[in-house]
């Protein structure tokens, strides 16, 4: 039973360890945000660059792209692979509180309605993760999940 014990709090000694440092965490957000703005600057750019633009798209067109592209990045890659791409570059991943892989619904909660919430807070939702012990935020409360660095996997040839 004292052997359970230790190693289940040898597990969460090292899930602390390996909990995603604030400044990784803004990093991964600010990835995600120049994904998001990528067409919408891309067509002002030609717009500047080349007198008038290329007339490839209106920006309306433009900005719905920057939208399907981010409800991808931010919703649908991390329910696939826990990550968005911000996460992915940073090295970053969700898990359960647990440390386990977190489930769909979990993910779906934490990446549509917590950042809703947390956004409504004017984004104090997400600077609780510097005054909390796991470095959680608002949805990652919400959906009962926490950020970590993602472990290495070698790759044998």
Known sequence: MAAAIDAQSTDTDVLDELSAPFILRCGAVLIDYII??????????SDRIFSGGLDIVADSTLWFLA???SIVNIVLLPLICRQSIGKLLTGLRIISVKGERSTSGAVLLRQTLGYILTLATLGLGFLICLFTPKARTLHDYLAGTRVVRATRREIRS
Do not use: A, E, S
């Open 36 to 45: 998001f703005l990528i067409f919408p600057v891309g067509g002002l750019l």
């Open 67 to 69: 939208v399907i592209l």
